[in-house]
């Protein structure tokens, strides 16, 4: 059984930064394409960032983000990061890892994930 735990959150400042770690267990890590979404408030779920299988040499960003995330992956480690500078108030939210074994990705939607970790909370500030 796939784990995802993530961590990293917290509240910070708009213009400030925070990196959150997604650390896998239970499958094969390399054969993961892995992803990021958030939720906001009254919000549906949204893609973040994903990050392909492998050597992670492909990566996709929502248009919202582009410029200031930065999604990566270390297999050593089985943990997927995602750094997050210049933040927003917008960007406020619960932040997600989910991963699909054995798809090379990246995959934009929710629908192409088949493990989800139990989210972090991002908070930014004004």
């Known amino acids: 059984q796939v784990r995802l735990v993530e961590s990293g959150g917290g509240l910070v400042q708009a213009g400030g930064s925070l990196r959150l770690s997604c650390a896998a267990s239970g499958g094969s890590f390399m054969s993961s394409a892995m992803g990021w979404f958030r939720q906001a408030p009254g919000k549906e779920r949204e893609s973040v960032a994903a990050?392909?299988?492998?050597?992670?040499?492909?990566?996709y960003y929502a248009d919202s983000v582009k410029g200031r995330f930065t999604i990566s992956r270390d297999n050593g480690k089985n943990t997927v990061y995602l750094q997050m500078n210049s933040l927003k108030p917008e960007d406020t939210g619960v932040y997600y890892c989910?991963?699909?074994?054995?798809?090379?990705?990246?995959?934009?939607?929710?629908?192409?994930?088949?493990?989800w970790g139990q989210g972090t909370q991002v908070t930014v500030s004004p």
């Open positions: 990050i392909s299988w492998s050597g992670g040499l492909m990566t």
């Open positions: 989910a991963s699909v074994i054995g798809a090379p990705g990246p995959y934009g939607s929710s629908d192409d994930y088949h493990y």
